[in-house]
């Protein structure tokens, strides 16, 4: 039975034509997916949550990755820690996934119970011999940008998210995101490969027939990155984009926002992100249907509403910040064909729901647009697994991203050996 | 841990005892799944559905097997046409499981659009280097014979589907079984692995006790194949059957009805098949609870009703053609547990319900029976998977065709140099 | 992908550091699951129910354990005898798993029928070579005890069961438990490996805070070991139990009967087993929230009440007699992280409900103590698989019982060469 034989997925994933899609199996094979949760979540920073879900001492939020679990707390310092959720004696969870307030972690089992800075104060029966110093919680590297809560479980993490945050966190400052709260929340299980959700996410060649919503604000040539294989139709639409962007840029900088570019996606790069300051469609506010603000008290100290759209990419997540509020997603692969979508959706932390915001016209666009997005990439991943399934070429205009994505990909396996 | 080593699937069926059944290890472990549906449905011809499921231009049949997905379609030209059911572009599936009608076949990822005879018509953004024609659909093997679609996703489908074809569409032809529509279909998910659901399929020891519907038509004997093993009763049941078959079988070639049995069941034939006119019991009509015709209008042109059952068999299909209607079923493993069945009832397409055939009656027989073999597969599904289950000895009059099968099981494997 | 090559169990078991718990993957890898099935289920006597379950001749009780399955069935003679739940044609199921009553076992499928000793009484069809005592149903080691049935598929079984027995027969004997019957039964299917349950009910550290209802009557210094670890308070109590434990026992001993503890929990004994007459909280009588007893009509011909909790551990089951009632669990092994926790409730044969005793009353302690057990398992489960999880220590006083638990395990997989 030699063909049932698994090709290594290195070899796999370099054997994919140039501009072309990845081969079906890395989609849905166990141990592919063992090997990307380890590599791509539990290696790399990620994205897991917002400052605003532990608004106060004592609150805690827990989220699952793969088999790891995170305790994500604020101490009585206010300072955002995180730690495994495992006790120390036999390994109980100390919290189910989702948010609570504690005054100290106590494990349900035996009651061995830690203070919020992870140290063990009780434990009983343990004998004279014991060593409470020894089995304090396992720390998890953390780090706030903006509001954005990135973990790693490596021993080591990749020290590049220190490019990230410097690059990030003057573009996010005005918007003051740790001033925020949730005015909504949703969760969605899509059926399809973490790496097919996140392809999905990183090009818009989709949007015009997939995305109605979505399309009133967000200009699709805005992730488009040359006109090759445009139509003149097409061209001309991408050079009116163009020099229409360098004129809302050219006054955004004028005023001091921050506007270029900036990418790291190359697979030499341990943490791959990307930001610009994209135009908005129509009155150019935010990302609503009639492309107005949703909520009129704006973050931070703001008064001006035509600040385009903030974006910023991860590995596993998008974030789009605009004048009024921020939506942010972020993935969690559950298994090789089931993908966790959380998207929050910040606003001004005393913004007042029904006066300043209607949480319908906040959240309308991205609930209809990840809706449509999860049905595009259960279809794709259906199809990518039919053996009669050979991937074809990413657009060079409209997919360049997809494949700087499964560049980098590749990079980071290779990165890591395999 | 010596003992989790698998054996290889060759082995394992080579060393079945002579006349008894396989090792019950062949129904349930996940790589001869896979091995069986590369072998037994991706490279031979396989029966999964009839002209009448796609009965106009632009109506569209879609089915899975396996991970594998085949469109079915009927072109402008009244063409049957098969497709892998996968864009050329990033793997989509352009169509859901199921029926539907189009004018063209449009991926619902980024409208790439294709003609009804697999041609890429339009594909925006791909720029100038792009050619097309290189990625039109993907055709899948199609035959049909009778009203019956046989695809073959081997490159090189085995060639003695000829034999099949020459031997079934004379037997077939009086019955223009192309010009029927369905007049009900079924679908049920038997609790077992495929090749048991075929096992029970070739042996009618069972239906004395398990098919008391089936019983009043269907006579056992018919597929007995000798009187060893039989007391004295059944040898006299056995002899007074083969003697009433003979007149009756005379009477019909007198008319030029074909009848004779032709088996193409060793494992040398990739196209594994069996047909005869079989007798019906009662009033020798079709099967139906009170034996006769179950609709007024007759197949084709028919005028006599006692035609008996021209029976049909492949390695994953049953059909039996009478006079009035056909039965036509047909099996896709789901998982090494899980068996898709389809069955569908096809009647003159000019028949009317309510006026020439009553739903009911035309089916009830093959509903109760396909939900009795239903749970005796599961039960035999599950004890064959007992560690205390040996494989016991076939009946030598009764099963001798479930032997035949198992043998043309193992006769492919080898031929696949399994 | 060298990291995915999967670690030896046996090598996994005892690389556990002295005193600590397993490492998770021993809870989770389907191989790993296969092996303990094979090796404790199948080749060890496991408990799989009571007399009480087929009280008359033709009583029929199936317990399906892993694939297997065994028949349990009461002859004519009274004796209870167990088969394999094979047909011996076809492997089809003799019976579903739960009780019902026969006259003799006929398989469904093709009617094979046998004799409640075993024997094949009838086959058709089956040709003048066959030899029907070649293929009377497969019998499976019984022994009772007490009430208990133990099977054991291997086959040369532990001859060791001979010391359970020796040992338990005298101290049921007072109880009669063969005239009882069930006065309820439980079935929960636990979120968690098999091990985990086991390790659960081989300590009282968790019952303080987990286990209200249950510790009304359970004295949980009755399976500490030492005072090793305790704090003033704990070594105190110790001492009381400890006094008051020599003196009640002392006086249960003058009467006759049997209290010492025995126990056989090495790795190099195959069966496994723990007894002790435990004193009772309270009132001293039974396991109820009033410690009191909840059926009136006593056990056997019993006329005293505070005759403690006669308790019987073995590697699936847990048993507590009281003068009133016994209460019987054993568990079964359904998936790597699901376990099926069957109890059973036995009064005397003749006491009657609402009259003798009320139901609720008689199973609240323990329906409630195996909810809360269920759920601790479940997070324990979780967390163990969690790959920032690091065994820790057992309590050296409370946990003695779980440590020597996973000492009989590891020593169990090295007899049988793991």
Redesign the interface.
């Known amino acids: 039975?030699s063909?049932?034989v698994l090709k290594?997925?290195g070899e796999l994933v370099r054997s994919r034509e140039p501009g072309c899609?990845l081969p079906?199996e890395v989609f849905s094979r166990q141990?592919v997916f063992?090997?990307d949760i380890?590599i791509f979540f539990?290696k790399h920073w990620i994205m897991v949550g917002v400052t605003a879900d532990v608004p106060e001492p004592g609150d805690v939020s827990v989220v699952d990755i793969?088999?790891?679990?995170v305790i994500i707390v604020r101490d009585d310092d206010e300072n955002v820690r995180a730690y495994?959720?495992?006790?120390?004696?036999?390994?109980?969870?100390?919290k189910?996934a989702g948010k609570s307030t504690v005054g100290m972690l106590v494990c349900?089992?035996?009651?061995w119970t830690y203070d919020l800075d992870g140290s063990l104060r009780h434990a009983?029966?343990?004998?004279?011999d014991?060593d409470a110093t020894c089995?304090n919680l396992?720390p998890?590297h953390l780090k706030v940008v903006g509001t954005h809560v990135f973990v790693c479980?490596a021993d080591e993490p990749p020290a590049d998210i220190a490019k990230l945050e410097e690059t990030m966190a003057p573009r996010f400052a005005p918007y003051e995101l740790q001033n925020t709260k949730i005015a909504f929340e949703s969760e969605i299980i899509e059926d399809g490969n973490w790496k097919l959700v996140m392809?999905n996410n990183r090009e818009c060649?989709?949007c015009e027939?997939?995305h109605p919503e979505l399309t009133m604000s967000f200009i699709p040539e805005s992730t488009s990155s040359s006109a090759?294989?445009?139509?003149e139709e097409?061209i001309k639409a991408l050079d009116a984009y163009n020099k229409l962007n360098a004129e809302t840029q050219a006054n955004w900088e004028s005023e001091g926002w921050l506007c270029s570019a900036v990418e790291e996606l190359s697979g030499d790069v341990a943490t791959h992100f990307r930001t610009e300051r994209l135009m908005i469609g129509g009155h150019g506010e935010s990302q609503t249907i009639d492309t107005k603000v949703a909520c009129q008290k704006l973050l931070g100290n703001l008064t001006r509403r035509d600040l385009g759209d903030t974006h910023m990419w991860t590995h596993n997540s998008w974030t789009h910040v605009m004048s009024d509020h921020a939506m942010i997603s972020y993935i969690i692969p559950l298994t090789p064909e089931k993908t966790l979508c959380r998207t929050k959706w910040l606003v001004h932390a005393d913004a007042v729901e029904g006066v300043d915001y209607d949480v319908t016209k906040l959240t309308e666009v991205w609930v209809a647009t990840n809706a449509q997005d999860a049905?595009?990439v259960a279809?794709?991943h259906?199809?990518?697994?039919?053996?009669?399934?050979?991937?074809?070429?990413?657009?060079?205009?409209?997919?360049n991203y997809v494949d700087q994505f499964v560049g980098w990909y590749a990079g980071r396996l290779k990165a890591h050996g395999?």
Do not use: W
């Not at 090759?228 to 139509?231: C, I, L, Q, R």
């Open positions: 039975m063909e049932f290594p997925l899609g079906g141990d063992e090997t380890d539990h793969g088999k790891a679990s495994r959720n495992v006790c120390r004696h036999r390994g109980a969870r100390l189910e349900p089992y035996h009651q009983k029966h343990m004998g004279k014991f089995r396992r998890v479980f392809e060649y989709h027939a997939g090759d294989g445009m139509d097409g049905s595009l279809i794709n259906r199809g990518a697994q039919d053996p009669g399934y050979i991937p074809g070429p990413y657009s060079p205009s409209t997919e395999i």
